[in-house]
Nanobody, 116 residues
Framework: QVQLVESGGGTVQAGGSLRLSCAVP????????IGWYRQAPGKDRDLVAR???????IYEDNVKGRFTISRDNDASTVELQMDYVQVEDSGTYYC??????????WGQGTQVHVYS
């Protein structure tokens, strides 16, 4: 089974920006909502943003106005533009199908560390 592949993480100062990218297998991309999930150490893997198959986007309150999710169906990629990052945004970021109960083939994730 082909995994999703996340990239673009790093270390950034609070207030800065990062852009995450995810390569999604075409069979998972087609017709599905895709989201970015964040997992902080010792915590659950929580959804922070999703983009529907037809392009509508939905954000959790704690990232609304700061993060922008987008998808390129031709390239089979999903990106997350993170602006005005906060320390609380730190964690490992994964992309996958939404809802989480349908998620499969989790990738390795990409780590984001925000320092104050």
């Amino acid at each position: 089974q082909v995994q999703l592949v996340e990239s673009g993480g790093g270390t950034v100062q609070a207030g800065g920006s990062l852009r995450l990218s995810c390569a999604v297998p075409r069979n998972l991309m087609s017709g599905n909502a895709i989201g970015w999930y964040r997992q902080a150490p010792g915590k659950d893997r929580d959804l922070v943003a999703r983009v529907m198959a037809y392009g509508m986007t939905i954000y959790e309150d704690n990232v609304k106005g700061r993060f922008t999710i987008s998808r390129d169906n031709d390239a089979s990629t999903v990106e997350l533009q993170m602006d005005y990052v906060q320390v609380e945004d730190s964690g490992t970021y994964y992309c996958n199908i939404v809802p989480k109960r349908l998620a499969t083939n989790w990738g390795q994730g990409t780590q984001v560390h925000v320092y104050s």
